[in-house]
């Protein structure tokens, strides 16, 4: 079926460094590529998207890439901050019983050491 | 972003009753709304998605008898656990989705209920 698949499951960086967090999805006909960032007992935040007809987007310290042709993309976040510690959702927009639907990762927990 | 209201936070409620959760997009017209349960440190695993005026699509394993989901207006979707038991205990997340007309567009999120069941 359908799936994405998200690495690592946690990840631990040094403040400063950068931290980067790959997806991989199944449907090629998949055109949207949100990602999320969920706080304990939050709400997923949307933090960043990239759409099929782009390769990469940036916004400040957070860039998304996107390979259509190996149907993978990631996110970069540079200049770690602390208040960057939190658990980061991968996403694709996939058609399922006719209907559009977002497929999430597993997720990653990031957490990064001042 | 868009504003999408999820009640209650928190509910308590004992083994075999109904719990009743809102999700309520505030400032948009959701024409599409899903459902999610979330396990502590796992992801959001889908369950249905409810368009205005017809009836939830339910992913493959999720019981429709007992997750009743209502769509009534473009504004509100509920999800009604019908005799919950401590199993049903879980983090349930509604998200609210425009039309576009054409080309996926995002999704957003609610608070989340908690819900335990005791």
């Known amino acids: 079926g359908e799936n994405v698949e998200q690495h690592p499951s946690t990840l631990s960086v040094q403040e400063g460094d950068s931290a980067v967090i790959k997806c991989t999805y199944s449907?090629?006909?998949?055109?949207?590529f949100p990602w999320y960032k969920q706080e304990l007992g939050k709400r997923p935040q949307l933090i960043i998207d990239?759409?099929?007809?782009?390769g990469e987007k940036k916004d400040q310290r957070i860039a998304v890439t996107l390979n259509k042709t190996a149907k993978h993309f990631s996110l970069h976040i540079t200049e770690t901050q602390p208040e960057d510690s939190a658990v980061y959702f991968c996403a694709a927009s996939m058609i399922i019983q006719g209907a559009q639907k977002l497929v999430f990762g597993q997720g990653t927990r990031l957490t990064i050491n001042p | 972003g868009a504003v999408v209201s999820q009640h209650p936070s928190r509910v308590i409620c004992k083994s075999g009753t109904s719990v009743k959760i809102e999700c309520r997009s505030l400032?948009?017209?959701?024409?599409?709304m899903f459902w999610y349960r979330q396990f502590p440190k796992q992801s959001l695993m889908l369950m249905a998605t409810?368009?205005?005026?017809?009836?939830?699509?339910?992913e493959q394993g999720v019981e429709k008898d007992k997750f009743l989901i209502n769509h009534a207006s473009l504004t509100l979707s509920t999800l009604t656990v019908t005799s919950a038991h401590p199993e049903d205990s879980s983090f349930y997340i509604c998200?609210?989705?425009?039309?576009?007309?054409?080309?996926?567009?995002?999704?957003?999120f609610g608070q989340g209920t908690r819900l335990t069941v005791v």
């Open positions: 449907d090629s006909a998949s055109n949207y």
């Open positions: 409810s368009n205005e005026g017809s009836k939830a699509t339910y």
């Open positions: 990239i759409r099929s007809n782009v």
């Open positions: 998200s609210a989705r425009g039309d576009s007309g054409g080309g996926a567009r995002e999704a957003f």
């Open positions: 400032d948009f017209q959701a024409t599409t």
